[in-house]
């Protein structure tokens, strides 16, 4: 069975810097796609960014482009999101999902969420 569980949420200062991590367990994830995820109080989940763990080809979303990074591991069972120059607007809880190359995200393994809060 797929277990995966975020770490390293927490609170900081606009401006400073997080790094969480989501470690994997069940399988190794070759030909998955790894992504994190972000939901506000009173809004709906939204796609942060992903990692193909075969190519590592990376996707993100526009509002966060040039201040977060995602990457895995080379045992392909972990995935990281380095957060820098946060903004209030980045509070959230961030979620960690997995998914094979051809499915969809709500067919996927999900964890359960770590917060961010960035204080202004």
């Known amino acids: 069975q797929v277990q995966l569980v975020e770490s390293g949420g927490g609170l900081v200062q606009a401006g400073g810097s997080l790094r969480l991590s989501c470690a994997a367990s069940?399988?190794?994830?070759?030909?998955?796609?790894m992504g994190w995820f972000r939901q506000s109080p009173g809004k709906e989940r939204e796609f942060v960014a992903t990692?193909?763990?075969?190519?590592?080809?990376?996707n993100y979303a526009d509002s966060v482009k040039g201040r977060f990074t995602i990457s895995g591991d080379n045992s392909k069972t972990a995935v990281y999101l380095q957060m820098n120059s946060l903004k209030p607007e980045d509070t959230a809880v961030y979620y960690c999902?997995?998914?094979?190359?051809?499915?969809?995200?709500?067919?996927?393994?999900w964890g359960q969420g770590t917060q961010v809060t960035v204080s202004s």
């Open positions: 999902a997995a998914k094979s190359y051809y499915g969809v995200w709500n067919s996927g393994s």
């Open positions: 990692i193909n763990m075969s190519g590592s080809t990376t």
């Open positions: 069940g399988r190794t994830f070759n030909n998955y796609i």
